[in-house]
């Protein structure tokens, strides 16, 4: 009875992160749906396993969202931290974002000023590059530095300024735009170079894929929930 007297840190934190990743992986999931029309013939049987398996995923977490509210109903009047929940807590936050982390990737540098480059990079070719990227099974993509996360948006803002999660992310002078992505080293190169690599210098722009170990940063914004409530627990 005294060990159940503890309180376990971060209740409130861990319930809103685990149905914040629920809900964007959700969305993440249809996004995926959208971008197979986007995908070469050669790759379908590829995505579909990919997207198959992101639903499964979706099941399993919500199997563990809800071990996890039944523990935290538990935690609410006790003392202390519990070693196996702050383990779970680390793994939501990496799968949301809200974590850096590093690990083995690659990194893709996109420079779109050849004077044989008509148009520069734009919002819906950088939608689909990410979009490769997941499908080739990265963990963490970000680019320019933003981390690419459920609910990222990508917009154009005027007639040349791109925002990522509402922050400006075009070049500076003397540097492309780069894609940092972890995961499966030879699965991401190959996705790239035979699909968006190949496009983006069939338009004249200079493009570099690098195997590299990365760190990629924690997503800085923040996941609120307007409309959507967790269900009622059965029988409450």
Same mark, same amino acid.
């Given at each position: 009875?005294?060990?159940?007297?503890?309180?376990?840190?971060?209740?409130?934190?861990?319930?809103?992160?685990?149905? =914040?990743? $629920?809900?964007?992986?959700?969305?993440?999931?249809?996004?995926?749906?959208?971008?197979?029309?986007?995908?070469?013939?050669? @790759? #379908?049987?590829?995505?579909?396993?990919? /997207?198959?398996?992101?639903?499964?995923?979706?099941?399993?977490?919500?199997?563990?969202?809800?071990?996890?509210?039944?523990?935290?109903?538990?935690?609410? %009047?006790?003392? &202390?931290?519990?070693?196996? /929940? $702050?383990?779970?807590?680390?793994?939501?936050?990496?799968?949301? *974002?809200?974590?850096?982390?590093? &690990?083995? =990737? !690659? /990194?893709?540098?996109?420079?779109? @000023? %050849?004077?044989?480059?008509?148009?520069? /990079?734009?919002?819906?070719? !950088?939608? @689909? #590059?990410?979009?490769?990227?997941?499908?080739? *099974?990265?963990?963490?993509?970000?680019?320019?530095?933003? @981390?690419?996360? *459920? +609910?990222?948006?990508?917009?154009?803002?005027?007639?040349?300024?791109?925002?990522?999660?509402?922050?400006?992310?075009?070049?500076?002078?003397?540097?492309?735009?780069?894609?940092?992505?972890?995961?499966?080293?030879?699965?991401?190169?190959?996705?790239?170079?035979?699909?968006? *690599?190949?496009? $983006?210098?069939?338009? =004249? #722009?200079?493009?570099? !894929?690098?195997?590299?170990?990365?760190? !990629?940063? +924690?997503?800085?914004?923040?996941?609120?929930?307007?409309?959507?409530?967790?269900?009622?627990?059965?029988?409450?």
């Amino acid at each position: 009875m005294q060990r159940w007297k503890r309180t376990l840190a971060l209740p409130v934190t861990m319930v809103a992160i685990a149905l =914040g990743f $629920l809900i964007a992986l959700q969305a993440q999931t249809q996004k995926n749906v959208s971008a197979a029309e986007q995908i070469s013939e050669q @790759r #379908m049987s590829q995505m579909k396993a990919v /997207l198959v398996n992101s639903q499964e995923q979706n099941a399993l977490l919500q199997e563990r969202h809800k071990d996890l509210s039944e523990k935290l109903d538990l935690a609410r %009047n006790q003392v &202390g931290t519990d070693p196996q /929940l $702050l383990v779970h807590l680390k793994q939501l936050k990496m799968l949301d *974002g809200t974590q850096e982390v590093e &690990g083995p =990737g !690659i /990194l893709v540098s996109i420079d779109d @000023r %050849n004077k044989k480059v008509t148009f520069p /990079l734009y919002t819906d070719e !950088i939608l @689909r #590059m990410i979009n490769t990227l997941k499908l080739a *099974g990265a963990e963490a993509i970000s680019i320019n530095g933003q @981390r690419i996360v *459920g +609910s990222t948006d990508i917009v154009l803002s005027g007639s040349s300024t791109i925002l990522v999660n509402k922050v400006p992310i075009n070049r500076t002078e003397g540097n492309p735009y780069e894609f940092s992505a972890i995961g499966d080293q030879e699965t991401l190169l190959d996705y790239v170079s035979q699909l968006d *690599g190949k496009t $983006l210098k069939d338009k =004249g #722009m200079t493009v570099s !894929i690098v195997r590299k170990t990365l760190r !990629i940063p +924690s997503y800085k914004g923040s996941y609120s929930f307007k409309e959507a409530k967790p269900l009622a627990e059965s029988g409450a």
